[in-house]
Structures are given as C-alpha cells and as structure tokens.
C-alpha cells in the first residue's frame, strides 16, 4: 500500500515537471516570434483624417473636422489646427523597431489596460491604436493596431497625446515687431510715440522714438521703448478668463471701459519678402472692483492687483500677473523718456566751460570727434571721473518746477552737433536729499544731491590740481 502510494505522489510530481517544461518551451518557441523589423505599421495622411479622439487617464477628448478641428464637447472652443496636425503627423509614417507575433496575453505589455487609445477615423478607414506600457530596457513603448501583434515603436504617442483639450487651445499671438513705426497710447495719457531716424530734433545719436505732445517732438530713451515693446511680445497669455466674451464678460473685467489701450503700428516681410504693414492693439484694466476698492481706501497701492487683456477684437480675455500689469501700465511719456539729465554721447564733446563758486574753468580738446584729447590748462586730463559724475546725473524724479534756492554748478557743454551745438546744464539746491537740473533753462528732474557733490569734487580734482 505504501509502496503503491509513492509511486502515485511519484506520478503526480512528474506530471508536473512535464507540464512545467512543456510552458517552458512553449514560451521559448513564444519568445522566438519576436523579431526586428524596420516596417512602417501605419501610413495615415494627417489631410485625410476627419475625426481624431483619445482616452487616458481620465481625460476623454474628441474633434472632428468640418474645414478646421471642432471639439465635440463645445464647437465654440477655438482648436489649434495646428497643433492638432502635429498630432497625426506621427502617423503618417509610423514605425516599428520590434514586432511581436502572435500576441497570446497582451496583459504582459500593458495593451489590456492601456495607459491611452486613440481612435482615428478617415472618410475610407477607422484606425484604433493601443498605447501600452513603456519598456526602460528598449527605451520604446509597446503599441497595438489590431492586427494580432505588438509592437515596440520608436516614436512614442505619449509624448504628444499626454495633453488637456486647453493645450491645444488656440491663444491670441503678438507679433515679432521686428520695425515698429508708431506707438499710441489711450489712457491717463493720450499721446503717439514716432519712430525717426536721424532726427534733428535730439542730440543722442541713438534716439530714433519721440513723443508727439503739445506739438513738440520729445526724445524718448531707445532702451526704454524697446523694452517696452518687449514686454508687450513676450506677454504670457495662457491664463484666460473666457475664450468666448460677450458684453458682459468684457465689463466684469473691465474691459468695456479699459484703463490703457495701446496701439502699435509696425511693419514685416511676408514669406514673398514683401514688406506689410499692420496693426496690434491691446488693452489692459485691473478688475473694476479693485479699482472701485482702491479709490475708496486710503491704503497703500503698492499691492497686488488682479488684471486682464484683451487683442483687438478677440474674443479671448486674459488674466495678467501684477508685475506684467505694472510694466504695461508704465506706458507714460515721464516713464519711457530719458532719465540722464546729458543725454549725449561723450564721444561728441569737444568743450566743456564750468561755473562754479563764481569762477568759469575750461576744459578743451585737440583731435576729432570720437577720438579727443582733453586739456585743462594745457594739461592732458584722464577724464574718466568727470564723465562717470556726469552720468551719474539720473533723475529721481521728473519736474517742471522753476529752482528757487542757489545754483551749485553748471556746465555748457559743446558737442560736434550742427543741429545742438551746446547744451547749458544748471544744478541747483533744492533740500537735503536733491538738487533741480535745468537744461537749457527748463527745468528737467530732481537728482540726488549725492551725485551734484560727486560732479563738484571731480571738477575740483581737475581745476584744483
């Protein structure tokens, strides 16, 4: 009876060797139906497609085409054609590095519960492709379309389809302005800003942007202006309020009645070489009960402020940071002029006469412009501190107060300059902190009282030497 017994417990262990063997070998003549391959799976034309949608996770979206991409789910979101393009462009050649034959558990490559599917759908074909999971060992992902493979492909659809319907929103663009032409501005002030090169009516060879106000044409700082412009081009305009504004939507934002809107003219090259011309328009407003709150407070305005923007007449509005509202808001001519009280280029000065403390010094040049020699006295002068003080002369602020206290110092200065031969710069006290520059007799700005010192002991390390 033992006996008998173990030769049944021999029997059983050995059935199970063979049958442990067998899969063994089963799944050696399986792991021999993967093969390389170079094919080309699927060869969709992304003109072709006329509906295209996707699941993973728990995002579903589908589109489909009626001359641009509609989303099914609202027709009145506006889909970049573009960027939905370069969804399918993957599949107009897409290829396989290894393929799987024969697939028996599709669980063992994550096709059975997929991390996406994408439906494909042209006016002659469907297509269905399954996006399992991704082998670290290859670097690829594994793919099914149907056919009873798997594949590893290259090029991995998640990479492109891992995205929100609001990714492939089409925001409003601003433009390059490689040449702008003119600026206008509507708002706490309304004034144009005129691009002109070589004008006669500054002696800064770099200034090529004046304000037109009052019937005068004002210099304006280059650097200034084009940041300026740069913060319009590089505005980020990805958190918006509404893609579909009405009257309602634009006077909650207050955009019915906007603090600032700006205007630019400019001009491009089209893809012919063309020159084109064209107009961008913006406008800007904090939130109507924000400004509301802050006319009403005695607070301080230095806060945080909730603002929005509008191009042209798109529907789109958008929420802007509080520094970028700051930066577009800096739009007067106080902001964007020049803050040096000389503007020049010291290249130009060929002469400068100095009062100060009732006696007038000299300091004169031999040479041409651009490449002088100065001289006090006829001794040659390293110039460096005086220009260094000159420059620092920045205004504080910006005045049109007539100066009532004692002038500290002023200087003519000469410059090789048909249209502005000299230019008188007068520093007088105004209190503790700041001094008033006048230039050519019209008050400018306050600078700081430090800086007229620094000038006055740089001239007193030249005439005193």
Known sequence: ?????????????????????????????????????DEIILAISADSVTALSWEYDSESISLHKDEGWIYDDDETFPVDDDLVNELLEQFEEFGASFIIEEVEDYSQYGLDDPECTIWIETEDDSYEIIVGDYSNMDSQRYVSI????????????????????EDLIKNDDTPSFDSVTEISFEGEENYTIVYEEESENTYCESDVYFAEIGGESKPLDTTKVNSYINNIRYLNLSDYMTYNADEADLSEYGLDDPELTITIDYTYEDEDGEEVSDTFVMTVSRDPEEITAAEESDEDEDTTVTAYVRIGESQFVYKVSSAAYEELMAASYDDLRHSEVLTADFDGIYQIDIFLEGSVYSITSEGESGDYTYYYEDEELDMSDLTDAIESLTASSFTDEEPTEKEEISLTVYLDNENYPKILIELYRYDGSYCLAMVDREPVSLVKRSSVVDLIEAVNSIVLS
Request: glycine share 4%; aromatic share 8%; with cysteine.
């Open 1 to 37: 009876m033992k006996r008998a017994k173990r030769i049944y417990i021999l029997l059983i262990v050995l059935a199970v060797v063979c049958a442990a063997t067998f899969a063994v070998m089963q799944m050696e003549e399986y792991k021999e139906k993967i093969n390389n391959t």
């Open 146 to 165: 149907g056919d009873g493979n798997a594949y590893l492909v290259s090029t991995d659809p998640m990479d492109t389809f891992e995205i929100t319907i």
